[in-house]
């Protein structure tokens, strides 16, 4: 099953995922993806995300809480591969292109 979907706003540098936290894909694994399909590249070919994030610290900011329930609430931006990266406790992800005007 399919945990996740990208959209790209083509007059602007933005795309879009959608993730089901629930489904076990992690954040980082979501967004080493992101970008490597935006950039039409394989993910070993991307800087290792640890270099700019820790990997297990944000998969630990999204992972359920300890009574079970799915984070639905914050988010955390940081730039990577040269996009701005924003993760939403919705499962939202979005990648912006650094110095790309905002519309």
Known sequence: MEDTT??????SPTYT????WSAERPPSSV?????A????????????L????DPGALDRLFAPTTIETDRTSGHVAFAF???????HGDGGVT?????????
Request: overall charge negative; some cysteine; charged content about 30%.
């Open 6 to 11: 990208h959209d790209a706003d083509y007059d």
């Open 17 to 20: 995922s959608q993730v089901d």
């Open 31 to 35: 967004v080493v993806s992101l970008i």
């Open 37 to 48: 399909d935006v950039e039409d590249v394989h993910p070993v070919e991307l800087e290792p």
């Open 50 to 53: 640890h270099s700019t994030i």
């Open 81 to 87: 591969e040269g996009y701005h990266v924003t993760i």
């Open 95 to 103: 990648a912006k292109a650094i110095g790309c005007e905002s519309k």
